[in-house]
């Protein structure tokens, strides 16, 4: 039976500035997060890689334009490196920015690809992060005014737009879990920040309805569905309390207008609620989007707590739940992530019943393998286990839209493959493979596959 999607169906792939464009020397750019810790934490990346090994998209971006266009993309999602196009964080704007990223709107455009251009993809400029980053309310005027900037310079050709990748990543892996600068562990810092992101989004939000532009606003979601061991009440309180923090704590704000009242609860009762203003409250109940990118790559398996928290320990939502270890799990071991394809109905389904089923696509989807050097045969990666792993979201993802769920598009993480955060190139995830010493970029299997599949509208 063949699995056919719609016409009209976004196919295509998602990166971002920082893991794609690479740094050059003269070009303007100011400092990110990322530029800064991948030097002065160096040990805490794969193979001490920086920023500046990255996949120089900056350089290459019009070949890499025709190579998105030979698979047959007919979308493809960036993000626009804040540091780079205003390297202070506020004020003057890098001439040279502003011709690189109009270099490929045009481009992308001129070659039948829709740009989806995302603000903000984990990389505060480190001027504003020396402030405090997203815990300074100032930053969230200075990401008001960024925003409003790109959506001036290119509103005119960028038709989907979105204020955030992953809100909530800033949040706990840079100031509860210790895994992205500024490796801080507080869960309440962690909840203001996470507060003042979707603060910062609402505000964006404002501004581009003020501005009247003729296109879609959104957010990119990462959605982690949770399943409990088992039915048995303690479980299902743990799976209750895992979503109730890294799902609805965020989703809810986005899509619904407000917290939900249990979190606020727990919060209260741990001492861990953040400042949250009247102001606040009014903002983002009157905020809404067109479209949600929604990131998908594993589920979320809890179990009842085995043991007390330290009472000596900082809060985390992990004082409620244990992972649980499923026996059988399917794993991607170079990751150490289970595969579950069914996970993306799931979040489908959640998205159509609880979330008004608002109009939403794939913004992320893809599987990074360690050591794809020895599936390269006759010059070509055989990654057939990327296939099959497309193959097997998308016809969980097709008997969504079946069933009524308003999917508008899929995206693969990611076109070529980039510089992850703290893996570098340990992982490779891309239709197209990079050759760390040449810079050639060759396509994949997988890359031939997902042509011919978007030209005949799915696959058998």
């Given at each position: 039976m063949k699995v056919e999607f719609p016409k009209t169906f976004f196919w295509g792939a998602a990166s971002s500035a920082t893991q794609a464009e690479g740094r050059v020397v003269g070009d303007g750019k100011g400092e990110n997060i990322w530029d800064y810790a991948s030097k002065e934490y160096n040990h805490r990346f794969y193979d001490g890689v920086t920023t500046e090994n990255t996949s120089l998209f900056y350089r290459d971006h019009q070949q890499d334009i025709q190579k998105m266009q030979d698979i047959s993309f007919n979308s493809f999602r960036t993000s626009i490196s804040w540091s780079r196009l205003i390297p202070n964080g506020t004020g003057k704007v890098n001439s040279e920015a502003v011709q690189f990223y109009n270099n490929v709107i045009d481009e992308?455009?001129?070659?039948?690809?829709?740009?989806?251009?995302?603000?903000?993809?984990?990389?505060?400029?480190?001027?504003?992060?020396?402030?405090?980053?997203?815990?300074?309310?100032?930053?969230?005027?200075?990401?008001?005014?960024?925003?409003?900037?790109?959506?001036?310079?290119?509103?005119?050709?960028?038709?989907?737009?979105?204020?955030?990748?992953?809100?909530?990543?800033?949040?706990?892996?840079?100031?509860?879990?210790?895994?992205?600068?500024?490796?801080?562990?507080?869960?309440?810092?962690?909840?203001?920040?996470?507060?003042?992101?979707?603060?910062?989004?609402?505000?964006?939000?404002?501004?581009?309805?003020?501005?009247?532009?003729?296109?879609?606003?959104?957010?990119?979601?990462?959605?982690?569905?949770?399943?409990?061991?088992?039915?048995?009440?303690?479980?299902?309180?743990?799976?209750?309390?895992?979503?109730?923090?890294?799902?609805?704590?965020?989703?809810?704000?986005?899509?619904?207008?407000?917290?939900?009242?249990?979190?606020?609860?727990?919060?209260?009762?741990?001492?861990?609620?953040?400042?949250?203003?009247?102001?606040?409250?009014?903002?983002?109940?009157?905020?809404?989007?067109?479209?949600?990118?929604?990131?998908?790559?594993?589920?979320?398996?809890?179990?009842?707590?085995?043991?007390?928290?330290?009472?000596?320990?900082?809060?985390?939502?992990?004082?409620?739940?244990?992972?649980?270890?499923?026996?059988?799990?399917?794993?991607?071991?170079?990751r150490g992530i289970e595969i579950y394809p069914k996970g993306i109905y799931d979040i489908a389904k959640k998205i159509q019943t609880e979330y008004g089923n608002i109009d939403w696509f794939v913004s992320e989807n893809g599987i990074g393998i360690e050591g794809e050097e020895a599936f390269i045969e006759e010059g070509i990666v055989q990654d057939d286990y990327r296939i099959d792993f497309l193959k097997e979201h998308l016809m969980y993802l097709n008997q969504a839209m079946d069933e009524?769920?308003?999917?508008?598009?899929?995206?693969?993480?990611?076109?070529?493959?980039?510089?992850?955060?703290?893996?570098?190139?340990?992982?490779?995830?891309?239709?197209?493979?990079?050759?760390l010493s040449t810079g050639a970029k060759t396509v994949k299997k997988s890359g031939l596959w997902f042509k011919e599949m978007i030209e005949n509208n799915g696959f058998d």
């Open positions: 992308l455009i001129a070659n039948k690809v829709e740009p989806f251009i995302n603000l903000y993809h984990f990389d505060m400029p480190m001027v504003l992060q020396e402030k405090g980053g997203f815990e300074n309310k100032e930053v969230i005027e200075a990401y008001k005014q960024y925003a409003k900037t790109c959506f001036e310079l290119f509103g005119d050709r960028v038709k989907y737009w979105f204020t955030f990748n992953e809100p909530m990543i800033p949040a706990e892996a840079g100031y509860l879990h210790d895994r992205h600068y500024p490796y801080v562990v507080d869960f309440k810092r962690a909840a203001t920040v996470l507060h003042n992101i979707i603060l910062a989004h609402c505000e964006a939000v404002k501004v581009y309805r003020e501005m009247k532009l003729a296109g879609k606003i959104g957010i990119i979601m990462d959605v982690i569905p949770v399943y409990p061991r088992s039915q048995n009440p303690a479980d299902l309180y743990a799976a209750e309390m895992a979503d109730l923090f890294y799902t609805k704590s965020v989703n809810d704000a986005i899509l619904k207008g407000k917290y939900p009242e249990r979190l606020r609860e727990v919060l209260e009762e741990y001492d861990q609620l953040p400042e949250v203003t009247e102001t606040d409250i009014q903002l983002i109940a009157t905020t809404s989007i067109d479209l949600l990118g929604i990131n998908y790559y594993r589920p979320r398996r809890v179990k009842a707590k085995e043991c007390l928290p330290n009472p000596q320990g900082v809060f985390s939502p992990e004082w409620f739940f244990d992972e649980y270890v499923m026996p059988g799990r399917r794993m991607n071991t170079s009524g769920s308003n999917c508008l598009g899929y995206h693969m993480w990611t076109f070529v493959d980039c510089w992850s955060w703290g893996n570098a190139y340990k992982n490779r995830y891309g239709f197209y493979r990079l050759d």
